[in-house]
């Protein structure tokens, strides 16, 4: 385990900040939820749980946090979970930030194509929304977040 490097924090920054959720029935995260997530990144530790090349999957742990404080929710009432997402301009790539309660739990960078992904900066993403139609619209390019 090693702490988020700053690009890391800054590429989850931008995904917590303008990310959409990855279908209807997700919880959204309120702007307050969404900053405390990101608050939390300074004190998280990640390791890279994929050995296919290809991908960037980043497990998170926050060892600062009490396993009281991760397990909160008891399981008749669990912590709402999502998942935000954003894609790469040029489509290389596509973006899930996995989220638990108050706490991002992995981070997905995954190729769209054969080759393997690099970590795109924030400006390189655009998120997308679902029109009633079906069909998606950029909504912008992500901007470095200062956390």
């Keep these: ?5 700053d690009e890391q ?4 920054a931008a ?5 959409l959720t990855l279908d209807t029935e997700s919880h959204k995260p309120s702007a307050q939820e969404r900053q405390g997530l990101i608050r939390r990144l300074n004190t998280a530790q990640a390791k890279q749980s994929c050995d296919c ?3 960037i999957t980043l497990t998170l742990h926050y060892p600062a946090d ?22 790469t301009q040029d489509g290389s790539a ?23 992904v690099c970590l795109p ?7 997308l ?4 139609n079906g069909a998606e619209v950029p909504t912008g390019a992500g901007q470095p977040a200062n956390i």
């Design 1 to 5: 385990m090693e702490a988020l490097t």
């Design 9 to 12: 924090k800054n590429l989850l």
């Design 15 to 19: 995904l917590i900040t303008q990310g």
């Design 53 to 55: 090349s290809t991908c």
């Design 66 to 87: 009490s396993e009281a404080t991760l397990l909160a929710s008891r399981p008749e009432t669990p912590a709402p979970r999502t998942v935000l997402t954003a894609t």
């Design 94 to 116: 596509l973006l899930l930030a996995h989220i638990a309660g108050e706490h991002v739990t992995e981070l997905e960078i995954a190729p769209t194509g054969q080759n393997p």
């Design 121 to 127: 900066r924030p400006e390189e993403l655009v998120f």
């Design 129 to 132: 929304a679902t029109l009633g």
